[in-house]
């Protein structure tokens, strides 16, 4: 099964394990993450007020071209390019006029006629059924505990949400699919600060401890998230975190699809070599990856 | 008179009318809009340059009578029209980052490091409606932001940074700026280097071919002839 | 501290029927039942509380609400919006203040003031949102 796909622009920086690790473990599961052409920024945050426009054009602007290759649903990874997508598709089917504004101010593009789905790759997965997942690992993740985390944008607001913005299940029957366990973190829908990283690195930082904390302290070995904006508050910027917390232990991230494809056995598709605190030692203590497999020197600047 | 064809000579005394900064002049309908100014009587010193469609000084916007759409041209490249609103602009306001060329490593980053409001694209695509090049600005811009300096480089290729984009982003972003350091990179880090060329310079350099070449300088004063001869004789490695 | 509200000024009514129309929720629906204080995850860095935001907003109390650090502390999580048992999308409150000030052409973030290596580091998806939420 061909899908289209929307990468948004992290997944081709700090978030390139994330799409590597996705392409390699949906192909295992016969769908094709086929990127969408052309493309643009979806403007990563959803616009709030009732009166702007002119943010909700990129987001179109990616449902048209999905709308040009003749095809109805987007998948999408990161949690943020989801959730933005989604709004903006629901903003213009409910609002002929708006679209019909917006549409007019892109007239070099085809007309938007509203009739793209967006979805989360997790959507996808859950609409095929966790046990597919289960038929294809040929590495169960036994031995290795994870702390599910949800973050904001993946259940929130809840018209706009793959799972219960109380009590979401679907990273956790992900992860048990795969073989391994969960822990029930308090925190696991606490927001990580989002784009406060840039300004305000200390409110990041006092976020991730007690997200990361409570995680350790439950008996998580590492984290599993979907979004790369996530990934580097609570991952990378976990150097932050020592810094104002010299009592932190470190504690590995993963991106859900990394945990796919070590379960489905693509030790060449991991894509770890990105990620900041290194889920090397940790894989290898499990007894999780081949101790003599190619293993790349993870960048740290 | 020899070879006037009389139809001609009517096409070029048609006159159309025009408004040069607010005020109507009519003017020869072949003119271009430079040409259309210096028949109305204006002189440039700025806003001007090759006269050929190559430099960019001339970028130039302009309306038509009765319709609010805005127009974008090269001066020197766009022929005048019946109720055309004409201006000219004669400097874009923009700061080029300053780096070292030698210093910068190609990494996909690296434009948004030394222009971070290009992260302000909207993807509202005036910039490409402006372009008189007829440039996908905007999808350069955005290949800017996700890192892809061989796409910027090949998109903003026929830039001749004229700054029309510059002046019309809602974002105030500088699309012409990113796009040359772009090609800079391009150019000089990822595109394939011509080793043949590196080699006969490293030979240049080593003064292998200084004798034949100071031979040839004597020879060219004493016997002409047997330089041309030589020249015409000389054999051509094909292939 | 003690302060006195005048309830009749017509400019007060006047930004809160802006903030009200630009964020299109009901704001006067909010009776101060505190859930969205302490949902929200940043609410200790704030000064105004969400519930305190909603408030003030209802009674148009412009100069508190545009100096207030609250609304740049928002993260933009909709937890409380999750939690507002009236249905009320505080988040969008606060954008609407946001661009209140960032409409009249102030940034609350200047891009070029990153460091290098800041800019290195921080990933697109974080300097975009920011610069979504904090510059004009």
């Known amino acids: 099964m061909k899908m289209p796909y929307f990468p948004g622009c992290s997944l081709k920086t700090i978030g390139e394990g994330f799409e590597k690790s996705a392409i390699a473990s949906a192909a295992i599961l016969d769908i094709e993450l086929e990127e969408l052409p052309r493309w643009v920024c979806c403007g990563t945050v959803s616009s709030l007020t009732t009166d702007d426009l002119m943010h909700h054009l990129a987001p179109v602007r990616n449902l048209i071209r999905v709308e040009d290759i003749n ?120 927001c990580c600060g989002s784009y406060h990283t840039v300004d305000k690195p200390n409110l990041v930082a006092d976020l991730g401890y007690k997200i990361l904390t409570y995680a350790r302290n439950l008996g998580a070995d590492a984290l599993v998230l979907s979004c790369p904006l996530c990934a580097f508050n609570l991952d990378n910027r976990q150097r932050e975190i020592k810094r104002q917390y010299p009592d932190f232990i470190e504690i590995p991230i993963f991106y859900f699809t990394q945990l796919m494809a070590l379960a489905f056995g693509l030790d060449e598709d991991l894509g770890l070599e990105l990620n900041y605190i290194d889920p090397m030692p940790l894989l290898k203590e499990k007894l999780l990856i081949d101790p003599t497999s190619l293993i790349k020197e993870p960048k740290i600047e | ?75 020197c490249q766009k022929a005048v029209e019946d109720g055309m609103y004409l201006t000219i602009l004669p400097f874009v306001p923009a700061e080029k980052a300053k780096y070292d060329l030698n210093k910068l490593k190609p990494r996909g980053t690296v434009l948004l490091e030394l222009y971070p409001e290009i992260a302000r694209c909207v993807a509202c695509n005036t910039c490409t409606k402006a372009c008189p090049q007829e440039l996908e600005v905007m999808d350069y811009v955005q290949a800017a932001i996700r890192g892809d300096i061989e796409e910027v480089a090949n998109l903003s290729f026929d830039c001749i940074q004229c700054g029309l984009c510059a002046m019309r982003c809602p974002a105030e972003i500088v699309p012409y700026n990113v796009g040359q350091l772009a090609r800079r990179l391009y150019g000089k880090y990822i595109a394939p280097q011509a080793k043949l060329t590196y080699e006969r310079v490293e030979e240049i350099h080593a003064c292998v071919f200084d004798e034949e070449l100071d031979n040839y300088i004597e020879l060219a004063k004493e016997d002409i002839e047997q330089l041309k001869k030589i020249y015409v004789e000389r054999e051509i490695k094909v292939g | 501290m003690s302060k006195t509200i005048r309830l009749d000024s017509k400019d007060a009514a006047n930004f809160a029927a802006k903030i009200q129309e630009r964020s299109g929720e009901s704001i006067d629906m909010c009776f101060q039942c505190g859930e969205c204080s302490s ?17 003030f907003t209802q009674l ?15 993260a933009s999580c909709f937890n409380c919006v999750a939690r507002c048992p009236k249905g009320i999308d505080i988040a969008k409150v606060a954008e609407a203040l946001r661009q209140e000030l960032l409409r009249k052409k102030l940034d609350y973030v200047e891009v070029r003031d990153l460091s290098m290596e800041e800019r290195q580091e921080i990933p697109q998806i974080a300097i975009i949102s920011n610069l979504r939420k904090f510059s004009r």
């Open chain 3, 39 to 55: 949902a929200c995850p940043v609410s200790s860095d704030m000064d105004l509380m969400p519930s305190t935001l909603v408030r």
């Open chain 1, 71 to 190: 095809e109805t649903q987007l998948v999408t990874l990161c949690s943020v390019c989801y959730s933005t997508l989604k709004r903006s598709n629901a903003l213009v089917k409910n609002d002929p006029e708006k679209l019909k504004t917006l549409n007019q101010f892109m007239y070099r593009e085809n007309d938007y006629q509203g009739n793209v789905k967006v979805l989360h790759f997790l959507e996808l997965l859950r609409e095929m059924g966790f046990y597919k997942l289960k038929e294809k690992v040929k590495r169960p993740l036994k031995g290795l505990t994870l702390s599910p985390y949800y973050g904001c944008l993946l259940v929130r607001p809840k018209e706009f949400g793959i799972d219960d913005p109380e009590n979401p299940t679907i990273l956790q029957d992900l992860v048990k699919a795969l073989g391994a366990d969960v822990i029930d973190n308090p925190y696991q829908l606490k």
């Open chain 2, 1 to 75: 008179m020899r070879g006037v064809n009389l139809e001609e000579k009517t096409e070029t005394e048609k006159m159309v009318r025009v408004y040069i900064m607010g005020r109507e002049f009519e003017v020869p309908a072949t003119l271009n809009i430079v040409k259309a100014f210096e028949y109305a009587g204006y002189r440039f010193i700025r806003g001007i340059g090759c006269r050929g469609g190559y430099c960019g000084a001339c970028a130039t916007v302009y309306r038509f009578k009765d319709d609010y759409r805005l127009n974008f041209a090269l001066a």
């Open chain 3, 60 to 74: 148009g109390l412009k100069d508190e609400l545009i100096n207030a650090k609250t609304i740049w502390i928002c």
